[in-house]
């Protein structure tokens, strides 16, 4: 009896651990792991372990999604890339077994666990803060998605999802937070989501309000309080109206110039003349970029202004040339010495500094982000270079991965030679994308039937999905958001290509589906 306690107690520590630095520290995270892998096999019981495996078939399917992965390294090329693929998957095998064959949890540990979880992703999100304030260095703090300090910005965002519509389970359910403890509840998710907004973390954000909406509805349907039936109702519906609204307002902004009374003009005031290039049609702030363009005042002008070479870079890199025109641009102004002349101090500090808009100088919040793929897609559908830009580049992921799907619809690439078979593709292709945006399709099921056809996807699929018929869990809050939250984020990324993105998926797969009594 002392054994067992004491097994149970060091398989509980172990998930705390994992998940409290789930989104703090990768390290870590792989070592409690490795302590709950230590624990299971040391506590041996592998008959009661075994018969409960095979009594439990969704544990198995789901298992399926790992071997599927090992069978295919044999149609790889790329061994050694497949490999260390493998190592990265080997959660999908461990955690389900582990966590499915062990005595389960009540109610109380897991909610335990899942408060656990939520401190650490409070502590992730405030060193972040700290970041922002420049106490912790950060060699990347032109971009403000980069204050994710431990883990990529992407995965935390899906974690703070999860977090928000958890404590909201917890404040339905008065637990943890009670009385006045509600309103330190209500704190900590104002905070999660300003804090996505922050880093501009879409994935997160829309994930949070298609869920959200998505659990409000089916309360609004179980809701027998007619009043509150009718507010659930509301809010469902009008919470879409409004953000497709802002949506078009933001997009009518875009296109709206600042300045409608520019004109083209042939010369300056000084006489010179002017360069246009009216086929680009590139924007800012609905001002065309390459109209009224006068090289020669610009260099003149700005050496008057600043001792920073025209010729060079901004403190981002990008041409200082370029930033310069396009500020001037978003002010309404002409690409000339009279257009740098009415700049103030200010304004010529923040071109060097590498703001191509004077209106998100001081704003680093939705609304840039927002303008900024406005911007992307313009700049995409008018045949530009989408390198750099998330939004656009995700599109020339896609055409990718749908090439290489067709292309490999039986036996897929193998799970060693995916990236080797996107480069190839790229340079074929003749890609606009640089070298170092050159990527994977950012869809985790397209990824799928690239790397092992048609068979092989509709495995993968069977094994993530055919679990949650079996065991429908979905009258599990915890799993019915948590596998939604999942599903949305493998539809806009490769999820289970990172030791992070695969952790989550299989810890919390495992944890709500067949940890809990």
């Given at each position: 009896?002392?054994?067992?306690?004491?097994?149970?107690?060091?398989?509980?520590?172990?998930?705390?651990?994992?998940?409290?630095?789930?989104?703090?520290?990768?390290?870590?995270?792989?070592?409690?792991?490795?302590?709950?892998?230590?624990?299971?096999?040391?506590?041996?019981?592998?008959?009661?372990?075994?018969?409960?495996?095979?009594?439990?078939?969704?544990?198995?399917?789901?298992?399926?999604?790992?071997?599927?992965?090992?069978?295919?390294?044999?149609?790889?090329?790329?061994?050694?890339?497949?490999?260390?693929?493998?190592?990265?998957?080997?959660?999908?095998?461990?955690?389900?077994?582990?966590?499915?064959?062990?005595?389960?949890?009540?109610?109380?540990?897991?909610?335990?666990?899942?408060?656990?979880?939520?401190?650490?992703?409070?502590?992730?999100?405030?060193?972040?803060?700290?970041?922002?304030?420049?106490?912790?260095?950060?060699?990347?703090?032109?971009?403000?998605?980069?204050?994710?300090?431990?883990?990529?910005?992407?995965?935390?965002?899906?974690?703070?999802?999860?977090?928000?519509?958890?404590?909201?389970?917890?404040?339905?359910?008065?637990?943890?937070?009670?009385?006045?403890?509600?309103?330190?509840?209500?704190?900590?998710?104002?905070?999660?989501?300003?804090?996505?907004?922050?880093?501009?973390?879409?994935?997160?954000?829309?994930?949070?309000?298609?869920?959200?909406?998505?659990?409000?509805?089916?309360?609004?349907?179980?809701?027998?309080?007619?009043?509150?039936?009718?507010?659930?109702?509301?809010?469902?519906?009008?919470?879409?109206?409004?953000?497709?609204?802002?949506?078009?307002?933001?997009?009518?902004?875009?296109?709206?110039?600042?300045?409608?009374?520019?004109?083209?003009?042939?010369?300056?005031?000084?006489?010179?003349?002017?360069?246009?290039?009216?086929?680009?049609?590139?924007?800012?702030?609905?001002?065309?970029?390459?109209?009224?363009?006068?090289?020669?005042?610009?260099?003149?002008?700005?050496?008057?202004?600043?001792?920073?070479?025209?010729?060079?870079?901004?403190?981002?890199?990008?041409?200082?040339?370029?930033?310069?025109?396009r500020y001037l641009t978003s002010r309404g102004l002409t690409k000339d010495a009279d257009g740098i002349f009415q700049l103030s101090d200010n304004d010529i500090a923040n071109i060097e500094n590498g703001h191509t808009n004077y209106r998100f100088v001081r704003h680093n919040g939705i609304s840039k982000r927002i303008y900024n793929i406005i911007w992307e897609i313009d700049v995409y559908t008018k045949n530009g270079n989408p390198s750099g830009h998330s939004?656009?580049?995700?599109?020339?992921?896609?055409?990718?991965?749908?090439?290489?799907?067709?292309?490999?619809?039986?036996?897929?690439?193998?799970?060693?030679?995916?990236?080797?078979?996107?480069k190839a593709l790229y340079i074929e292709k003749s890609s606009q994308l640089d070298s170092q945006y050159r990527h994977r399709a950012h869809n985790q099921f397209l990824t799928f039937f690239v790397s092992f056809g048609v068979v092989g996807a509709f495995l993968c699929f069977f094994a993530f999905f055919y679990p949650v018929i079996l065991d429908f869990k979905f009258r599990n809050y915890h799993f019915a958001v948590f596998i939604l939250i999942a599903v949305?984020?493998?539809?806009?990324?490769?999820?289970?290509?990172?030791?992070?993105?695969?952790?989550?998926?299989?810890?919390?797969?495992?944890?709500?589906?067949?940890?809990?009594?």
């Amino acid at each position: 009896m002392v054994r067992d306690n004491i097994h149970k107690y060091i398989y509980i520590a172990a998930l705390c651990i994992i998940a409290f630095f789930l989104p703090l520290s990768e390290y870590i995270t792989n070592a409690a792991i490795f302590l709950l892998l230590t624990n299971w096999v040391i506590e041996a019981d592998f008959v009661k372990k075994w018969r409960k495996l095979i009594q439990n078939p969704a544990i198995l399917i789901f298992i399926i999604l790992f071997i599927v992965h090992a069978i295919w390294l044999i149609n790889s090329e790329n061994i050694s890339f497949g490999i260390h693929d493998i190592k990265i998957k080997l959660p999908l095998l461990a955690l389900p077994i582990i966590i499915g064959t062990s005595k389960a949890l009540s109610k109380k540990n897991i909610d335990r666990i899942i408060a656990v979880f939520i401190l650490g992703v409070l502590i992730s999100t405030l060193t972040g803060l700290i970041v922002y304030w420049g106490f912790i260095k950060n060699p990347n703090s032109d971009n403000v998605r980069n204050i994710s300090y431990f883990v990529s910005h992407i995965r935390l965002s899906l974690m703070i999802c999860l977090s928000v519509l958890l404590i909201f389970r917890f404040i339905n359910e008065r637990k943890f937070f009670t009385s006045y403890k509600i309103s330190i509840a209500v704190i900590v998710i104002i905070w999660f989501v300003g804090f996505l907004m922050m880093i501009q973390g879409f994935t997160g954000l829309i994930s949070l309000v298609i869920v959200g909406l998505i659990s409000l509805a089916v309360k609004a349907f179980n809701e027998q309080h007619i009043i509150k039936k009718i507010i659930y109702i509301v809010i469902v519906v009008g919470l879409p109206v409004f953000l497709i609204s802002y949506l078009g307002v933001q997009i009518k902004s875009f296109y709206t110039p600042t300045n409608p009374m520019i004109k083209i003009e042939t010369s300056t005031e000084n006489g010179n003349n002017y360069y246009h290039n009216l086929e680009s049609g590139l924007l800012e702030n609905g001002n065309l970029i390459y109209i009224n363009i006068c090289e020669k005042e610009l260099y003149s002008g700005w050496n008057k202004r600043s001792s920073a070479r025209l010729d060079g870079r901004d403190v981002r890199g990008q041409s200082l040339l370029h930033t310069l025109i396009r500020y001037l641009t978003s002010r309404g102004l002409t690409k000339d010495a009279d257009g740098i002349f009415q700049l103030s101090d200010n304004d010529i500090a923040n071109i060097e500094n590498g703001h191509t808009n004077y209106r998100f100088v001081r704003h680093n919040g939705i609304s840039k982000r927002i303008y900024n793929i406005i911007w992307e897609i313009d700049v995409y559908t008018k045949n530009g270079n989408p390198s750099g830009h998330s939004i656009t580049q995700r599109f020339e992921y896609l055409k990718a991965g749908l090439i290489l799907s067709y292309r490999n619809i039986r036996y897929g690439t193998g799970t060693g030679d995916v990236d080797d078979e996107y480069k190839a593709l790229y340079i074929e292709k003749s890609s606009q994308l640089d070298s170092q945006y050159r990527h994977r399709a950012h869809n985790q099921f397209l990824t799928f039937f690239v790397s092992f056809g048609v068979v092989g996807a509709f495995l993968c699929f069977f094994a993530f999905f055919y679990p949650v018929i079996l065991d429908f869990k979905f009258r599990n809050y915890h799993f019915a958001v948590f596998i939604l939250i999942a599903v949305l984020s493998m539809l806009t990324d490769d999820t289970l290509e990172t030791t992070t993105g695969v952790v989550f998926i299989s810890y919390f797969y495992s944890l709500f589906l067949w940890g809990e009594k």
